[in-house]
Nanobody
């Protein structure tokens, strides 16, 4: 069983940056595909970015050029650097692991964190 703990959310203004972290509880986390999803106030949970164990990444079109996913396997931790935030980025951000890198949809991921809230004011 892999437990995931997110941190780094908060209240920021348009144009600001935040870095989210996701710590995996066990060494096995470093061998799993890991991803960030988010859920806005009136939206379904949507894919943001994913990283495989080698460090290959993919990002949703809505965040390309602004968000960067990465991982540090020595620390069993994944990150999401978010720059130039807008109110449309507001939501709860979830860390997930154990999914399919080529099919980054909610149903393919086995492990989920509790989420960290990001609020971007205009």
């Amino acid at each position: 069983q892999v437990q995931l703990i997110e941190s780094g959310g908060g209240l920021v203004q348009t144009g600001d940056s935040l870095r989210l972290s996701c710590a995996g509880s066990v060494r096995a986390f470093r061998g799993l595909v890991a991803a960030w999803f988010r859920q806005g106030p009136e939206n379904e949970r949507e894919f943001v970015a994913a990283v495989d164990w080698r460090g290959n990444t993919r990002h949703a079109d809505s965040v390309k050029g602004r968000f960067t996913i990465s991982r540090d396997n020595d620390k069993n931790t994944m990150y999401l650097q978010m720059n130039n935030l807008t109110p449309e980025d507001t939501g709860v951000y979830y860390c997930a692991a154990g999914g399919n890198f080529r099919a980054p949809v909610v149903r393919t991921y086995h492990y989920w964190g509790q989420g960290t809230r990001v609020t971007v004011s205009s």
